[in-house]
């Protein structure tokens, strides 16, 4: 865990999910971090193995599925439309460190789930279409306990360009630039948990990235050409001929079985309306095993 010098939390964080249950101070630990700091980095969570084979449904799927956006591919809600990636998100392993999260309350899953490759990010947080985003109430709400889990399928130096960079403490204060930025150096199979509140950037675009978009977005109309896929298509000529290896990412949000998590994910459910989808019979049952019911953006209306 990045956010924590001690060495006895680092050591049994990486004991068997089995024996976590029976540490609650490390435990406290872990929910202390994230309310204070709005992040922690849980190392080892995935073994090379795993990380293999997401990393390679992931590329598979992008490949034709998904939108051209940002610069990369992406996918919305990718656990609706991937099955191995609802799997492997719902997997004991993963759902025992939400559990971890969570608890003594259980896990809700707000459906939201992406998968991304070679994407681009600038500084924003989570919130921005939330209600309480407004006036700003939701920064200092300490009931508020709503995160994202990242899972990104490489090496990530924390000072690479491609890292994701925090602004520690942001969570509660709302978008302020004046806070010191941090890289979170992430070996693959690390997982990041961060505080959907948190001001954050991923992959930041460079000054070629930049004024290739605004190239593509003026002669786009004029050529008929989709701009989006045009600026991606580009891109991945340049990572290809520079050999920059592709950056693959996937993300779920969840949160404890409280108001404030249905209240935010309801909130996603009526921006994206379009999404309905059931998740396959395995997976249900083994949310259904570990008391979660099934994300509510996939619910019908
Ligand atoms: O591409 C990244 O690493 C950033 C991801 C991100 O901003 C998000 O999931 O909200």
Same mark, same amino acid.
């Given at each position: 865990?990045?956010?924590?010098?001690?060495?006895?939390?680092?050591?049994?964080?990486?004991?068997?999910?089995?024996?976590?249950?029976?540490?609650?101070?490390?435990?406290?630990?872990?929910?202390?971090?994230?309310?204070?700091?709005?992040?922690?980095?849980? =190392?080892?969570?995935?073994?090379?193995?795993? %990380?293999?084979?997401?990393? =390679?449904?992931?590329?598979?799927?992008?490949?034709?599925?998904?939108?051209? /956006?940002?610069?990369?591919?992406?996918? /919305?809600?990718?656990?609706?439309?991937?099955?191995?990636?609802?799997?492997? *998100?719902?997997?004991?392993? !993963?759902?025992?460190?939400?559990?971890?999260?969570?608890?003594?309350?259980?896990?809700?899953?707000?459906?939201?789930? @992406?998968? *991304?490759?070679?994407?681009t990010s600038s500084w924003?947080?989570?919130?921005?279409?939330?209600?309480?985003?407004?006036?700003?109430? !939701?920064?200092?709400?300490?009931?508020?306990?709503?995160?994202?889990?990242?899972?990104?399928?490489?090496?990530?130096?924390?000072?690479?360009n491609?890292?994701?960079k %925090? =602004?520690?403490?942001?969570?509660?204060?709302?978008?302020?630039?004046?806070? &010191?930025?941090?890289?979170?150096?992430?070996?693959?199979?690390?997982?990041?948990?961060?505080?959907?509140?948190?001001?954050?950037a991923g992959q930041m675009p460079t /000054?070629?990235?930049?004024?290739?978009?605004?190239?593509?977005?003026?002669?786009?109309? /004029?050529?008929?050409?989709?701009?989006?896929?045009?600026?991606?298509?580009?891109?991945?000529?340049?990572?290809?001929?520079?050999?920059?290896? @592709?950056?693959?990412? %996937?993300? *779920?949000?969840?949160? &404890?079985?409280?108001?404030?998590?249905?209240?935010?994910?309801?909130?996603?459910?009526?921006?994206?309306?379009?999404?309905?989808?059931?998740?396959?019979?395995?997976?249900?049952?083994?949310?259904?095993?570990?008391?979660?019911?099934?994300?509510?953006?996939?619910?019908?209306?």
């Amino acid at each position: 865990m990045v956010n924590s010098t001690g060495a006895n939390s680092i050591d049994e964080l990486r004991a068997p999910a089995s024996e976590l249950s029976k540490a609650p101070s490390t435990t406290n630990q872990l929910q202390n971090d994230l309310t204070s700091d709005g992040y922690i980095v849980i =190392r080892d969570v995935l073994t090379p193995e795993q %990380v293999e084979r997401l990393r =390679r449904v992931a590329k598979q799927y992008l490949r034709s599925g998904g939108k051209y /956006l940002y610069g990369g591919k992406f996918q /919305l809600h990718a656990m609706y439309v991937v099955d191995e990636v609802a799997k492997f *998100m719902t997997s004991n392993t !993963i759902l025992s460190r939400l559990k971890e999260i969570t608890q003594p309350l259980d896990v809700v899953l707000t459906g939201e789930c @992406d998968l *991304m490759i070679n994407t681009t990010s600038s500084w924003h947080n989570d919130v921005p279409h939330h209600p309480r985003c407004v006036d700003g109430s !939701i920064f200092s709400d300490e009931s508020f306990r709503v995160y994202k889990i990242a899972f990104y399928l490489q090496d990530q130096d924390e000072n690479s360009n491609a890292t994701l960079k %925090v =602004r520690p403490r942001s969570h509660l204060k709302g978008l302020v630039q004046s806070l &010191p930025a941090k890289g979170l150096g992430v070996r693959a199979g690390d997982a990041i948990i961060f505080d959907v509140r948190i001001e954050h950037a991923g992959q930041m675009p460079t /000054l070629i990235d930049r004024s290739l978009r605004k190239f593509f977005e003026r002669i786009g109309p /004029l050529l008929r050409l989709d701009v989006q896929k045009a600026f991606t298509v580009t891109r991945s000529i340049i990572r290809r001929l520079s050999r920059t290896p @592709d950056r693959v990412a %996937v993300f *779920m949000t969840f949160g &404890p079985s409280d108001a404030e998590t249905y209240s935010y994910a309801e909130e996603g459910r009526h921006r994206h309306p379009g999404v309905r989808g059931t998740l396959n019979a395995d997976v249900l049952s083994q949310l259904a095993a570990n008391n979660i019911v099934p994300p509510i953006i996939g619910a019908p209306a």
